[in-house]
Nanobody, 129 residues
Framework: EVQLVESGGGLVQAGGSLRLSCAAS????????IGWFRQAPGKEREGVSC????????YYADSVKGRFTISSDNAKTTVYLQMNSLKPEDTAVYYC??????????????????????WGQGTQVTVSS
């Protein structure tokens, strides 16, 4: 059973930093893509960043490029999202999601598309102005 557990959210002032963690289990970590998505109140969920854990390829939404960095520790089966220079508009519930990379490619699902198969419970990030 795929399990994804997010942690690291919290309240931070604008310009500050947070690091989110996604601890994964129950699947072959190196064969998967793991993404971070977020949903702000009244808005649709959007893709933030994604990493293919076996190949190390990374993807970012334009809104976070240069501020957020995704990385993976395959030995710990954990993916991190380092968020710097946070803005109030980054306030949202952040979700970790995972899916088999080959399956995503076969289904035509992009790295930031909201169609991953497994999801965590989410962690709240609030950025005050």
């Amino acid at each position: 059973e795929v399990q994804l557990v997010e942690s690291g959210g919290g309240l931070v002032q604008a310009g500050g930093s947070l690091r989110l963690s996604c601890a994964a289990s129950g699947f072959s970590f190196d064969d998967y893509a793991i993404g971070w998505f977020r949903q702000a109140p009244g808005k649709e969920r959007e893709g933030v960043s994604c990493i293919s854990t076996g190949e190390g390829e990374t993807y970012y939404a334009d809104s976070v490029k240069g501020r957020f960095t995704i990385s993976s520790d395959n030995a710990k089966t954990t993916v991190y999202l380092q968020m710097n220079s946070l803005k109030p508009e980054d306030t949202a519930v952040y979700y970790c999601a995972a899916d088999n990379l080959a399956s995503l490619v076969q289904r035509g699902v992009g790295p930031l598309d909201d169609d991953f198969g497994s999801w965590g419970q989410g962690t709240q990030v609030t950025v005050s102005s």
